[in-house]
């Protein structure tokens, strides 16, 4: 369901000619920030919370092959079947076996990215198996083939409107109405019918507490809840960076999901998982996909630490503006950006650029990731990698070269001052800088350094 040869700076573009609608992305998205924020700020412990929640995943990390050892052999001391899968197939391969082996003929899931990862609803698919999606975000991009804009918002690419189109197309709902209240009802009672009839439920993991076996799932509808209650087989699909050591550690990490996701205090649903229910069996499958590789990486290895929490979308400049349509990786924004290139470079190369590196991503996250100082480290790698344009690793060798010769670049400076504000304006219009719609800046007299070392001088004076 996602592009893999989509180049961020064109997609980007695409996205802002629709420019009421970009305004519209961008001051909403923001507006998830501010509320972040506002939570945040009611905690006096917030920075300890974050300091924490860094230190534990960091250690778990360290030993992840022991904590990984501990919750298989628990969950299955608790009569959950857990299951290891390598990669995307394999793990499409043992859920469909576990399906298969039921004779399931539709399922329900919720909460999951990394089934979007593994691109198991196509796979289910074409072997005759119904998925429906249950969160209402992901229904909607489910409805229209398209695939999640955001890991907690994913359908917030859309305007209501859209939302009612689709609707009326897909559920008879009334014609032009779009009333949130109204379409989330309608949404409600079509799925009801599809949790009363799946034959298995699906649901990711936030959190897989390796001392008790359990899993736990965060909501804000309770379709998880229902849509593994209901019919007799669940299963739950985790990456192996999902574990936290101990049921005490779990606190932590709930007080700052949510506030950081929505801007809320707490999920709705905080649902612990930890055997079948009466008569039924539960599946555990632990995916490594590449997840292994950015272990063993000392520069990347922190981005496993994520809690998935989006914030670092909604703070970020770039996110913000472009959607997460705009990006090729399956997770956009600041995280998805360091994790794509991390297992492809070649596929992913534009999105390492896809930063300003102002930092407010890292400023954000709650786990602490370094977002900004591995998206310098995964632009590095593009460059050595030959992923990058030529035009633009021209340009980025030219840059070098002249930060590397003072004189040089003093030089180009002065002649850039003096010829451009000279230049008629009729043959700058085709300049990537007059493309945008932007006008050419007013030269300054001085370089930024003759400012400064005037400035210097005269508070020495
Ligand atoms: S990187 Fe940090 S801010 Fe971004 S989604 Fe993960 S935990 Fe949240």
């Known amino acids: 369901m996602h592009d893999d040869d989509i180049k961020h700076p064109q997609a980007a573009?695409?996205?802002?000619?629709?420019?009421?609608?970009?305004?519209?992305?961008?001051?909403?998205?923001?507006?998830?920030?501010?509320?972040?924020?506002?939570?945040?700020?009611?905690?006096?412990?917030?920075?300890?919370?974050?300091?924490?929640?860094?230190?534990?995943?960091?250690?778990?990390?360290?030993?992840?092959?022991?904590?990984?050892?501990?919750?298989?052999?628990?969950?299955?001391?608790?009569?959950?079947?857990?299951?290891?899968?390598?990669?995307?197939?394999?793990?499409?391969?043992?859920?469909?076996?576990?399906?298969?082996?039921?004779?399931?003929?539709?399922?329900?899931?919720?909460?999951?990215?990394?089934?979007?990862?593994?691109?198991?609803?196509?796979?289910?698919?074409?072997?005759?198996?119904?998925?429906?999606?249950?969160?209402?975000?992901?229904?909607?991009?489910?409805?229209?083939?398209?695939?999640?804009?955001?890991?907690?918002?994913?359908?917030?690419?859309?305007?209501?409107?859209?939302?009612?189109?689709?609707?009326?197309?897909?559920?008879?709902?009334?014609?032009?109405?779009?009333?949130?209240?109204y379409l989330t009802h309608a949404a409600r009672a079509n799925l009801r019918e599809h949790f009363l009839t799946a034959d298995a439920g699906m649901t990711g993991v936030n959190f897989a507490i390796a001392e008790t076996g359990g899993v736990v799932v965060c909501t804000n509808e309770g379709n998880a809840d229902l849509g593994v209650s209901l019919p007799p087989i669940h299963i739950s699909s985790m990456g192996i960076e999902k574990i936290i050591p101990k049921m005490e550690h779990l606190g932590i990490f709930t007080r700052l999901l949510a506030r950081s996701a929505i801007g809320s205090p707490i999920t709705t649903y905080t649902s612990h998982f930890?055997?079948?229910?009466?008569?039924?069996?539960?599946?555990?499958?632990?995916?490594?996909?590449?997840?292994?590789?950015?272990?063993?990486?000392?520069?990347?290895?922190?981005?496993?630490?994520?809690?998935?929490?989006?914030?670092?979308?909604?703070?970020?400049?770039?996110?913000?503006?472009?959607?997460?349509?705009?990006?090729?990786?399956?997770?956009?924004?600041?995280?998805?950006?360091?994790?794509?290139?991390?297992?492809?470079?070649?596929?992913?190369?534009?999105?390492?650029?896809?930063?300003t590196t102002c930092g407010s991503c890292s400023n954000v996250c709650p786990v602490k990731i370094n977002l900004h100082e591995q998206l310098v480290g995964q632009r590095a790698k593009a460059f050595d990698a030959n992923a990058v344009p030529r035009l633009k690793k021209w340009a980025i060798q030219t840059a070098g070269f002249m930060m590397k010769h003072p004189a040089l670049f003093d030089f180009a400076g002065k002649v850039q001052r003096t010829i451009i504000p000279i230049v008629p304006e009729a043959l700058l219009k085709n300049s990537a800088w007059h493309k945008y719609g932007r006008a050419t800046p007013d030269m300054p007299k001085d370089s930024f350094k003759d400012i400064m070392r005037k400035r210097v001088q005269g508070d020495k004076k």
């Open 274 to 355: 930890h055997q079948a229910r009466q008569g039924g069996e539960m599946h555990i499958v632990i995916v490594d996909n590449g997840r292994s590789a950015i272990l063993g990486s000392s520069e990347f290895r922190k981005s496993l630490q994520c809690i998935r929490c989006g914030a670092c979308m909604n703070t970020c400049p770039v996110y913000r503006r472009s959607s997460g349509m705009s990006y090729s990786y399956i997770i956009p924004g600041p995280i998805g950006s360091t994790l794509g290139p991390s297992r492809d470079i070649k596929k992913h190369a534009s999105m390492a650029f896809a930063c």
């Open 13 to 181: 573009a695409e996205f802002l000619q629709d420019r009421p609608h970009a305004r519209w992305h961008d001051s909403a998205v923001w507006w998830v920030r501010k509320k972040r924020d506002a939570q945040a700020e009611k905690l006096p412990e917030w920075e300890q919370l974050r300091a924490l929640a860094d230190q534990i995943k960091a250690h778990t990390l360290s030993r992840l092959d022991e904590y990984l050892a501990e919750f298989a052999n628990k969950a299955k001391s608790n009569g959950v079947t857990v299951h290891f899968a390598q990669d995307a197939q394999e793990h499409n391969t043992i859920v469909h076996g576990i399906l298969a082996a039921a004779h399931v003929k539709k399922l329900v899931k919720s909460k999951s990215m990394l089934t979007e990862e593994c691109g198991l609803n196509p796979y289910l698919e074409a072997r005759g198996i119904e998925v429906i999606d249950t969160d209402l975000g992901e229904r909607i991009v489910q409805l229209r083939h398209e695939r999640p804009s955001h890991i907690v918002m994913p359908a917030i690419h859309l305007k209501k409107e859209q939302i009612g189109e689709l609707f009326e197309k897909e559920m008879g709902t009334e014609h032009g109405n779009s009333d949130p209240t």
